[in-house]
């Protein structure tokens, strides 16, 4: 008998519980650099040199941390569901906890990919993103086209390569869980409206989202301790 499918989307929130600043929330990482200098193609067309120091940062802080019991339990799931997890996180904690099937729709904080593409069109292939793990990297560090190496990040004002992928997994999904994530940032906070109608949708946040969608049932939690709610729902259906 085939596994049911559970597509899982994930947002800063699961990360948050282990130590990574979210940019959201109050003392997020909004509240020290403004988004539309680190988090958008123009600010690095404008400053590149102060948005790969922004992000070796952020790669030096990741590697001190590990995924947290909300990261092990997805991951966990694998056990008796077909799992996708789609995550709006560019950390690596997915993988590390365990999970094998991930969709990582702005980017991997731990790969590189040249400023310019091989296309006309400044586009990239897949073929050319490579993993630095936590490693710096500097103006005038080169990708074998010559051009200047960046972050493997989808910036706003950037298109999202990979939201196609994700839809498919939503629309295939018998159960769809959020966990994490307020649903502002588009286009992954329109994801749950391709769930189809006899999917149940489960979103596990402490923060009241203004959804207002008879299929969600929404678990008032950190991700951690929602993640062992959503557990036992599970093994009482």
Same mark, same amino acid.
């Given at each position: 008998?085939?596994?049911?499918?559970?597509?899982? /989307?994930?947002?800063?929130?699961?990360?948050?519980?282990?130590?990574?600043?979210?940019? #959201? $929330?109050?003392?997020?990482?909004?509240?020290?650099?403004?988004?539309?200098?680190?988090?958008?193609?123009?600010?690095?067309?404008?400053?590149?040199?102060? *948005? *790969? $120091?922004?992000?070796?940062?952020?790669?030096?802080?990741?590697?001190?941390?590990? !995924?947290?019991?909300?990261? #092990?339990?997805?991951?966990? /799931?694998?056990?008796?569901?077909? @799992?996708?997890?789609?995550?709006?996180?560019?950390?690596?904690?997915?993988?590390?906890?365990?999970?094998?099937?991930?969709?990582?729709?702005?980017?991997?904080?731990?790969?590189?990919?040249?400023?310019?593409?091989?296309? $006309?069109?400044?586009?990239?292939?897949?073929?050319?993103?490579?993993?630095?793990?936590?490693?710096?990297?500097?103006?005038? $560090?080169?990708?074998?086209?010559?051009?200047?190496? #960046?972050?493997?990040?989808?910036?706003?004002?950037?298109?999202?390569?990979?939201?196609?992928?994700?839809?498919? #997994?939503?629309?295939?999904?018998?159960?769809?869980?959020? @966990?994490?994530?307020?649903?502002?940032?588009?286009?992954?906070?329109?994801?749950?409206?391709?769930?189809?109608?006899?999917? !149940?949708?489960?979103?596990?946040?402490?923060?009241?989202?203004?959804?207002?969608? !008879?299929?969600?049932?929404?678990?008032?939690?950190?991700?951690?301790?929602?993640?062992?709610?959503?557990?036992?729902?599970?093994?009482?259906?």
């Amino acid at each position: 008998m085939a596994k049911k499918k559970i597509t899982v /989307l994930t947002g800063a929130g699961v990360s948050a519980e282990s130590g990574i600043s979210t940019f #959201r $929330d109050n003392g997020g990482l909004w509240d020290n650099y403004d988004p539309q200098v680190v988090a958008s193609i123009e600010g690095w067309r404008h400053d590149p040199g102060m *948005l *790969l $120091d922004f992000y070796n940062l952020r790669r030096a802080q990741l590697k001190d941390v590990s !995924p947290n019991a909300a990261h #092990r339990a997805i991951a966990a /799931l694998e056990e008796e569901y077909d @799992v996708t997890v789609v995550t709006q996180n560019v950390d690596n904690l997915h993988e590390r906890a365990g999970s094998t099937r991930i969709i990582h729709l702005h980017g991997e904080l731990t790969k590189v990919r040249p400023e310019r593409g091989v296309y $006309d069109n400044g586009s990239f292939s897949e073929q050319e993103v490579f993993d630095i793990g936590y490693s710096a990297i500097h103006l005038g $560090d080169k990708a074998p086209n010559g051009s200047q190496l #960046r972050p493997h990040i989808v910036w706003f004002g950037e298109a999202v390569p990979k939201i196609e992928d994700a839809i498919e #997994r939503v629309i295939r999904a018998d159960i769809l869980l959020i @966990v994490g994530t307020s649903l502002q940032v588009y286009p992954a906070a329109g994801l749950y409206r391709y769930a189809k109608d006899s999917a !149940p949708i489960y979103l596990i946040d402490p923060q009241d989202i203004p959804l207002r969608d !008879p299929r969600i049932t929404h678990i008032r939690a950190v991700a951690t301790e929602g993640m062992e709610i959503f557990k036992k729902i599970l093994e009482n259906k």
